[in-house]
């Protein structure tokens, strides 16, 4: 599964369906660009992010349970380091 920079929906603006790869594929590059926008990962607390943070949850399950599909595994390893960058640090500590 190629992931391109950005994806148009000019084929289901025609057709009105969208595949579960589209579905993937567009949730994976919006998570992308907040994270690289934001510099965090998508909260659960707020209503607008909590669609994002539960995908990434889901998917997460997946890939612990081994069985995330094997062509979205690379992408959501990707997704999974770049959270790590932006992984929240103790002030405290």
Request: avoid cysteine.
């Amino acid at each position: 599964m190629q992931i391109p920079g950005k994806i148009t929906n000019f084929e289901w603006k025609t057709t009105g369906i969208m595949t579960q790869d589209q579905l993937w594929i567009n949730k994976y590059i919006e998570i992308r660009d907040f994270m690289e926008k934001n510099h965090r990962k998508p909260s659960k607390y707020t209503p607008e992010e909590r669609d994002m943070h539960n995908w990434w949850k889901h998917n997460k399950k997946l890939l612990n349970a081994g069985e995330l599909r094997s062509d979205r595994v690379e992408l959501f390893n990707k997704l999974l380091e770049a959270g790590e960058k932006y992984r929240r640090v103790n002030q405290w500590q």
